[in-house]
């Protein structure tokens, strides 16, 4: 079973930031977060990771709290094309090992 | 630089008929996964190749799923006698040594069972 829970839906308006939210209260201490993303028709596309900083690449910033036991996925500024399915992951990091995907949060951005 | 693609993109097929999906990986990608997705559930996990070697193969759901990868570059997915719950679609993946967290995902081959 996955070891994240997330909403199953959320709306965003276009232009605004997408805040997306992550509960992972059983997660270990050599365990990162990771995000991935599924549009329509498409495979899922790697996000973002972290292990307790926060971290921001060019598609998103992540926040994860002090006590690691949940996060947040933030789209600064969101478009029509990041409507997707949105999976919260926790995984150990450099281990080639396979990725446990749970519903994930559609993400609907309204224009 | 290319993706992992796959073929065929969609599939159909009737039921008791055997079928092959093929996955090609990012050049040089040493580890290659399959997954299996039903419509409107995550990709669940159904099989790992480290270059030819299959390590974990704890995900096929029956013995009429059979994957290889031969020469460690191209692989192949099997189904054999395929059954309407086979329906879904399939995902192939591959990743680096130098980059093991981050798995790099084909489109997927939509395989409909009739």
């Known amino acids: 079973d996955a070891k994240t829970t997330q909403p199953t839906s959320m709306d965003c308006a276009e232009g605004r930031a997408a805040n997306l939210p992550c509960n992972h209260s059983?997660?270990?201490?050599?365990?990162?977060v990771y995000w991935y993303r599924q549009i329509h028709s498409q495979g899922p596309q790697y996000i973002i990771h972290?292990?307790?900083n926060n971290e921001t690449n060019e598609m998103a910033s992540l926040i994860i709290t002090e006590d690691r036991k949940s996060s947040t996925l933030i789209l600064p500024h969101a478009t029509l094309r990041d409507t997707a399915v949105y999976y919260c992951?926790?995984?150990?990091?450099?281990?080639?090992?396979?990725?446990?995907f749970g519903k994930g949060t559609r993400l609907h951005i309204l224009p | 630089g290319a993706g992992v693609s796959q073929s065929p993109r969609y599939k159909v097929a009737k039921r008791g008929q055997d079928v092959a999906l093929r996955c090609d990986p990012i050049?040089?990608?040493?580890?290659l996964f399959w997954y299996q997705q039903a419509l409107g559930q995550g990709p669940e996990f159904l099989t790992y190749?480290?270059?030819?070697?299959?390590?974990?193969k704890s995900g096929l759901p029956s013995d009429r799923f059979f994957a290889e990868r031969p020469e460690g570059s191209v692989s192949t997915l099997k189904i054999q006698r395929t059954q309407q719950e086979d329906s879904a679609v399939y995902l192939c993946?591959?990743?680096?040594?130098?980059?093991?967290?981050?798995?790099?995902f084909g489109p997927g081959t939509r395989l409909l069972v009739l």
């Open positions: 993946a591959s990743s680096s040594w130098d980059r093991g967290e981050t798995q790099y």
């Open positions: 059983t997660i270990s201490g050599n365990e990162y």
């Open positions: 972290g292990l307790k």
């Open positions: 992951i926790v995984r150990v990091a450099g281990r080639d090992d396979k990725i446990i």
């Open positions: 050049s040089g990608h040493v580890s």
């Open positions: 190749f480290q270059n030819e070697a299959q390590l974990d």
